[in-house]
């Protein structure tokens, strides 16, 4: 059972530059969410897809962007690269909305191993 | 909104004793989940222990088990004779409950937990 995959494992940027950033879900997984972190930091929420639509954001601007396809697989993309994109990228994987309810069914985010980003 | 605190950037601990790494959060919210994270030096996150919220005892997971003070907003995890591979950063994290929300996570600044052999 494959989990979470994320492509590629690290990238090199110069500013201005644009990245696409890949993720496959967990197999059965339909909702991929995800996240920045930064060196020595926690990872900060960026959006999260389901049904190909984009459910919720974070507090990121414009410039980052994605996508999710059929498959359930999804894309991030950046514009505009700054120095300050420099980071980890983090991609999970859940099945279903967030239901949260008690005594519900708990819905798991499965991490993938994530994307160095050096923005030089 | 939620915010999730960890105070210590750093804890080491001797092979085969007991650590505890704290976490505080914020949040007005009366149901939601907490959690505490493991990201190895090999980056994957792993989920280590969920607490529910409305549930009053304590998550336990093996050697991990947690001690959730809600009316303090305290949510610590102790890890009972700590192994070479327990080192790693571990990180706090709080989840809202109830349909409407994301369920994104919401994560501390993280703790890097040494093991000394």
């Known amino acids: 059972d494959a989990g979470v995959t994320q492509s590629p494992t690290h990238l090199i940027k110069t500013r201005g530059q644009q990245v696409t950033l890949r993720c496959s879900p967990k197999?059965?997984?339909?909702?991929v969410s995800w996240y920045q972190q930064a060196l020595g930091q926690g990872p900060q929420f960026i959006f999260q897809y389901y049904e190909e639509e984009e459910r919720q954001r974070g507090n990121f601007p414009d410039r980052f962007s994605g996508h999710q396809f059929p498959n359930y697989s999804s894309e991030l993309n950046v514009n505009a690269l700054l120095l300050g994109d420099s980071a980890l990228y983090l991609c999970?994987?859940?099945?279903?909305?967030?239901?949260?309810?008690?005594?519900?069914?708990?819905?798991?985010?499965?991490f993938g191993p994530g994307t160095r980003l050096t923005v030089l | 909104a939620q915010t999730v605190t960890q105070s210590q950037p750093e804890m080491s601990v001797q092979e085969a004793e007991t650590v505890t790494l704290s976490c505080t959060y914020d949040t007005s919210e009366s149901d939601y989940y907490l959690f505490w994270y493991k990201q190895p030096p090999s980056r994957q996150m792993i989920l280590v222990i969920r607490?529910?919220?409305?549930?009053?005892q304590n998550a336990t997971e093996n050697r991990f088990s947690v001690n959730f003070q809600k009316a303090a907003k305290s949510f610590s995890l102790k890890i009972s004779d700590s192994q070479l591979g327990d080192a790693a950063m571990y990180f706090c994290?709080?989840?809202?409950?109830?349909?409407?929300?994301?369920?994104?996570?919401?994560f501390g600044q993280g703790t890097t937990l040494q093991v000394k052999p």
């Open positions: 999970a994987s859940s099945l279903g909305l967030w239901t949260g309810h008690r005594g519900g069914t708990y819905n798991e985010q499965f």
């Open positions: 197999s059965g997984h339909d909702t």
């Open positions: 994290a709080y989840r809202s409950s109830g349909s409407g929300n994301t369920g994104k996570l919401i």
């Open positions: 607490q529910e919220a409305y549930k009053q």
